[in-house]
């Protein structure tokens, strides 16, 4: 099988960068993804069956997509057609199309690699159909973004996803000692810098021979150490597309690491992000969502932590901003927490779609003209404030709608209060309601 070089027309002799030199073989040489090639995963039972099906491999970049689906058609005895969505086009993937077709009448098949797959609008994306459909074509597309939000129904329902990890430590370490065996020679390291190369590289196996092999160019004297190699590399920033799923992922673990009051691992959080180059005021505005939804009354506080915080970035800017940013997150990681508010809203939105437009009682309605008066506006209200209480216990819900009860508070925090208030409430409203019954029981047959 040719490799992707000479796929490329280079040279057999030509020179190769260290990550394709040691691109597997085979595909028991791939690292990292035991949970898919393994005899008990999807793709192995698939070519222990001899039953290719179409896939799209989704997965962080250097984890073996491309590698992946040039062994599976060497392993089907496929012939491997390979394109980017990003450079090619329509009239691209008719001559694929064509020659497909051509090779199944003799009895031959086709794996057809689509790299960056999600970068095909939905017109190409339709098009891919009916060749997948009648196995023209055996499809295998490889994305880093979500396929479900990325790729079109009609094709998900005809392809199985795959995700493939991030390369953890261990197979990091198999991979670089991969690369010490070809090049016969060990990375001028000291251990705790090898750690940080492997950190470095962030669950990608080709960064991290991209890595290894500028090391091996070096001329030392002695192994480097953390601050050797820091120095001696171009570490990449953080693994973050402000633009894509891994903005929203990030996100939502902040979000939840506030919720579950982990304060440690907001702050964490928080950091990947800004040194993503997230825009600040994207983050304080989930913190502010964070304050209204998961903290609510159980401490008033933190909203005004959480404005406080967009102002006080507004006014100092980066880097001193992001302090402020830091402090309302750690504010609202320790608040107590209570969602009642944002239940009760919810609830009342929802009664309020069912009950339609029923009109307000005609006691709390204004009467400015004599015809509303007659029609009993305003008749009988009780103005609060004039009462001992400063309470009436009137109900102000629709007559036509029995009273609904939205607001439970959890009892954490400032709600504690507010619980007690309510119940409070209750309990005044049933007196009063009990000696208004007793108190028309005991009128005389034909009084008003």
């Known amino acids: ?39 008990a995963g999807p793709l192995g039972r698939m070519i ?14 250097g984890t073996g997509k491309t590698t ?20 090619s086009g329509v009239a691209d993937l008719r001559k694929i199309f064509e020659a497909a077709k051509g090779r199944r009448e003799t009895g031959q098949g086709t794996l057809l690699f689509v790299d960056e797959i999600h970068r095909f609008n939905k017109a190409q994306q339709d098009g891919f159909l009916p060749y997948v459909e009648d196995g023209t074509i055996i499809l295998v597309g490889a994305t880093t973004e979500n396929p479900s939000f990325e790729l079109i129904a009609a094709l998900l329902s005809r392809a199985q996803v795959l995700v493939l990890n991030r390369l953890d430590d261990a197979s990091l370490e198999i991979l670089l000692s991969r690369a010490e065996a070809a090049e016969q020679k060990r990375l001028p390291l000291t251990d705790e810098a090898r750690v940080s190369l492997r950190a470095m590289a962030d669950g990608d196996g080709r960064y991290v021979l991209n890595l290894a092999e500028e090391l091996f160019e070096l001329d030392l004297a002695s192994d480097l150490d953390t601050a050797g190699l820091v120095t001696a590399v171009q570490r990449r920033a953080p693994l973050y597309d402000k ?20 304060v440690d691992a907001t702050l964490y959080w928080l950091a990947r992000m800004l ?6 005021l994207f983050i304080v505005r989930r913190l502010v969502r964070a304050a209204v939804e998961d903290i609510g009354l159980a401490d008033p506080q933190a909203l005004v932590q959480a404005l406080a915080a967009k102002d006080a970035y507004d006014f100092l800017g980066s880097p001193e901003g992001e302090l402020a940013i830091a402090q309302a997150a750690i504010y609202l990681a320790m608040a ?15 009664a309020a779609r069912e009950s339609g437009s029923l009109m307000p009682p005609k006691h709390i309605l204004n009467a400015p003209t004599k015809l509303m008066k007659e029609l009993g506006y305003g008749s009988g209200y009780v103005y609060d404030h004039g009462t001992a209480d400063q ?11 029995a009273r609904q009860e939205f607001y439970a508070p959890k009892g954490a ?22 000696g208004h019954d007793k108190k028309t029981r005991n009128k005389p047959m034909g009084t008003s």
Not at 243 to 262: C, F, M, P, T, V
Not at 275 to 280: S, V
Request: proline share 5%.
């Open 48 to 61: 222990d069956h001899n039953r290719l099906a179409s896939i799209i491999l989704w997965g962080p970049p």
């Open 68 to 87: 992946i689906a040039r062994l599976l058609a060497q392993q089907s005895r496929l012939t491997f057609e390979q394109i980017s969505a990003v450079f």
């Open 336 to 350: 107590p927490k209570s969602n009642a508010a944002y239940g009760a809203q919810s609830k009342a939105a929802a």
């Open 413 to 434: 925090g400032f709600e504690k209060e507010l619980a007690g208030r309510l119940e409070r409430w209750r309990k005044m409203r049933a007196e009063m309601a009990h």
């Open 275 to 280: 040194a993503g180059g997230e825009a600040p």
């Open 1 to 39: 099988m040719t490799n992707l070089f000479e796929a490329a027309g280079l040279e057999k002799g030509a020179p190769r960068p260290l990550a394709d030199r040691l691109r597997p073989e085979t595909l028991d040489d791939v690292v990292g993804q035991d949970h898919l090639l393994s005899t």
């Open 243 to 262: 633009g894509e799923e891994e903005h929203y992922n990030l996100i939502s673990a902040l979000h939840k690491s506030i919720r579950g009051s982990d």
């Open 391 to 401: 309470f009436s216990g009137q109900d102000y819900f629709p007559e036509e709608m």
